[in-house]
């Protein structure tokens, strides 16, 4: 049982524009998302994460919403950047516990 | 920010072998670690939990006996692949955190390939 699912495996926007990548979940315990990216033989790379008791958080470029009713998140990278082509991986955990369950990753390319 | 370090990177071993990776925490200390394998293009399956100065966790479908973990202090825990066969040929990634309020962060990965 997947209970994190990330459906888009890949994604290809222009530079410039914005990315959306969309994530998932059915686990309703779940409070404590976040979105890590990874390059091909290395390990990811924490980005973003938000609270549930948030909808919005902002860092830069990236922004991650939360909606709960939905149980979705999602990624908003803007403007893209080529750099920013990679593998991105959403997570979700419950409090008190370290484990994480992640999606099995969106693919994003960005054109130059 | 919080720097997770693994080694190696890569190994190549003998079937039959046993292997052993590293993963540090730089600049925290973790009581927990955390031990994945990535199948080519598939998500980040959590193998097993590592606990400072106590039992691995293993989740379920894991040998334990074929994966031994080992958290002697609370900058180091060590996977251990033992009598490797080509099927355990993965790329093996460690993660630590700080705190409950820490993201976790990710060591580099080590791709191990038994021929």
């Known amino acids: 049982d997947q209970q994190v699912k990330q459906n888009s495996p890949s994604l290809s926007v222009q530079e410039g524009r914005i990315s959306i990548l969309n994530c998932d979940y059915t686990n309703s315990m779940f409070d404590y998302f976040l979105w890590y990216k990874k390059y091909p033989a290395e390990g990811p790379t924490f980005l973003i994460s938000?609270?549930?008791?948030?909808d919005k958080n902002e860092d830069g470029r990236f922004t991650v919403f939360l909606n709960k009713s939905a149980k979705h998140l999602s990624l908003h990278i803007v403007p893209s950047q080529p750099g920013d082509s990679a593998v991105y991986f959403c997570a979700a955990s419950t409090s008190g516990t370290y484990k994480y369950i992640f999606g099995t990753g969106t693919r994003l390319k960005v054109l130059a | 920010g919080a720097v997770v370090s693994q080694h190696p990177s890569w190994v190549i071993c003998k079937s039959g072998t046993s292997v052993k990776i590293e993963c540090r925490s730089l600049d925290f200390q973790a009581t927990t670690m955390f031990w994945y394998r990535q199948f080519p293009k598939q998500s980040l399956m959590l193998m097993a939990t590592s606990n400072e100065g106590s039992k691995a966790t293993y989740e379920q479908g894991v040998e334990k006996d074929k994966f031994l973990i080992n958290h002697a202090s609370l900058t180091l825990s060590t996977l251990t692949v033992t009598s490797a066969h080509p099927e355990d040929s993965s790329f093996y990634i460690c993660s630590a955190r700080a705190d409950y309020n820490s993201p976790l962060h990710f060591g580099n990965g080590t791709r191990l390939t038994v021929t």
């Open positions: 938000i609270s549930s008791i948030k």
